[in-house]
């Protein structure tokens, strides 16, 4: 072993929610070397900037007796029936999914969801409260129960400190500003990592029994997004350069309340909370959309209806692609007690109180609801009939469960992360401790990383990094947006090739080893282009239409033909190779219905 | 740069360091354009995307969340995502940002935060649970929660240790961000070790080190107040013994309903 090779039983990259999780249940089970790399400080992570609730049928609050869908709610008297079950929230979870998501998964991360709420609160994590102590929720989108379990407005942030801490506690060992390069497998077997110290610019072969990827999601190849500038996918390209499929690219969730012009998520919980949107005519035209759920319909109808609003000329602002977010009558106390960043941020970043004024907003590119394919323990799989890849695992946003399916509701992502990072840590935990050993490395993955480092510093270039990202992004948010079409998508699929041509005269401006930040731009736009292909290709194969996923050119959902998993092959330089995988559904319990709300 | 005429140019100057190449640090003027809307991020985003690749700093969520971002913008500690441009401009439109100070300077604008993240951890910053834990939640009222208000929305990015005096002496002292952390701990109804916790505060680096000069709440870009609670804990340390008691006494009712007022 040389100086240029690091050995842990455990490698993880990304230190969300599920990392942080996965780090801390393997350590804890009494995985000795448990080491977890990210390309910021953990408590950068992009999880943090989740607001409004993680989702469990815990049965806290109830809406007062007779006060209708947008009445108060009050906590559950003692020995007064339950309005929540688990059952209920599988059911929310499977009709938001569009029936795409896989049942078996839906109902394991739903009943799992009340364990880990209770474990979160158990490590010390500050929750709202009701008047009796217990943990305060509130409505969300899509749930038909107030199951949105919350701290205020900033809940990500006290869940990521939360297991931060707890992975610091068990001696998870950080490599924090660590640039994950590359994935090595060979034979169906992960070996291991190549990644960047940020701070020395040297690159390392991390050797491990077991590797996760909890790199979170690629937001940031969309124009307007409410993701971190981290939030570029890596994880997602490297996966599927290494021979690891993608699965239900085509599903990308754009939120419908991301602050005008910036994207900056303003929570869903200000509609949970009882806010409004407007049109130009001040007229809530949800009423026409989703009269049953009004502004808490799922995120994918709500965000549609937002457009077509928007597209028919009812739009706000300058260009007319705003839509007014209406706090005003909650009060101030109320938007001050639960809703204070949403308040800060209207005020830091539009200039807007929203005690006082309407907030402008618009869709935001949010989520991505598929990405590598796991089972239900984290263990990734090679292809669409389930072989696994040894030794290689994801959670969180970077997989694909699928618990999501075709759209995903407001809150069980942080629930997704946390169940299925548990999950994944204690599958490894077992793996690690039932014997395996450190699978060999052929050749020099660390040199041969090294010397496509150097190319890109030496290349001279024309071509400036951001203007290739910008015109990216501009095609995506065109083509591969809220509404698709098989021309738009052609458009798209041709825009990237052309990107991938100027991205080879691509040029760094930066040429020195230390923190080469300029470096990694280049990196994590090569990474965008990889998969905004997968995204094109698989929109542009899904000729309906089904959650996020709006074809105009097929705008019915078609399960005699699609009520299937995409899954995209990498297929040399050519678009990826589609096969299908079928959907995991319980037709006794739960068969697919129509969807309305 | 290009400029049609129809927005001002601005001046942004920027503290240049390479360790490796450079002597000591210098001042770097770049041009922008004062767009309606520009935060000093912006305008760092510009000249690295458009005319310096090699100007480096750290940034993520960009909304005032994830804490990456803290500098010193015309020698004030703050989130340079949430500094509007024009108004961090002098008479002569000139802006002059540099790194975090007291900092070992990583590369111009990144520091290098050992020293607070060794602090944070020293304070043991998560939770010790009592042995009894129930089946479901420990019972908290509103009133405990918010108790805890002034210290869990920290988003550690550093603002408050880097304009503290006392560090800028010496790095032994735990700092503004991890006693607030500290304070967090101590003040939780479900935390079993506040007396130890106490102690260690009560100790040479910890809160008698402050001299209560409230740079931290000048600079905390969360509006948080670490001077308060570094009193709060002096206060606490010297009758510890009643608090541990307190809570134990509190712990014995952690399962049950909080009662009605």
Redesign the interface.
Known sequence: MDHNTIVHDIVIVGAGLAGSWAATVAAREGVRNVAVLSK??P????S??AQGGIAAA?NNVRPVPGSGPEGPLEQLP?GADPVDSVELHIFDTIKGSDWLGDQDAIEIMCREAVDV??EY????C??????????AQRRFGGHSAPRANY?AD?TG??LL?TIY??A??HGVKFHSEWYCLDLIVEDNVCRGVVAMDI?TGKVYTLRAKAVMFATGGYGRAYKITSN???NTGDGVAIAYNAGIPLMDMEFVQFHPTGLY??G??MSEACRGEGGYLLNKNLERFMQRYAPGKMELAPRDLVSRSEQREIDEGRGIGEDGQGIWLDLRHLGREKILERLP?VR??AI???GVDPIEDLVPIQPTAHYSMGCIPTDVNGQVLADANGAPVVGFYAAGEVACVSVHGANRLGTNSLLDASVFGRRAGHAMAQFVQSGAVLPPVAGDPAERNRRRLCSLLDNPGSE???DIAVDLKTTMTNNCGIFRHAEGLKQALADIQALKARFKRAR???????????LL?ALELEHMLTFSEVIAATALARDESRGAHYRTDFPQRDDSRWLVHTVAHKNGEDGPRLSFKPVTINWEKYPPQERKY | MSNNGAYPIVTVRIQRFNPDTDKKPYLQEFQVELKPGTTVLDALHEIKAHQDGSVTFRRSCRHAICGSCAMNVNGKNELVCKAPLKERLDRKGRVTIRPLPYLPIVKDLVVDRSSFWEQYQRVKPWLVPPENIPEKEFRMSPEEVAALRNAETCIMCGACYSSCQIIALTKEYIGPHALLKAFMRVMDPRDAIPGERLADLAGGDGVYRCRTIFNCIDACPKGLNPTEAIETLRKLAQKRQAFEAARAERQKRLSEPIPSP
């Open positions: 910021v400080h408590l950068r992570s992009h943090g900037a815990l003692e709420l209770y609160e158990h490590m010390g500050v929750f709202s409260r009701t008047p009796d102590g217990r943990i701290a900033w942030h006290v400190h801490e707890q610091l506690r701070l971190a500038l981290a012009k910036h900056i998520l960043q800060e941020i830091n970043f539009v400036l990094v951001e760094v401006m930066d040429k020195s080893s230390r923190f080469n930040t300029d731009a």
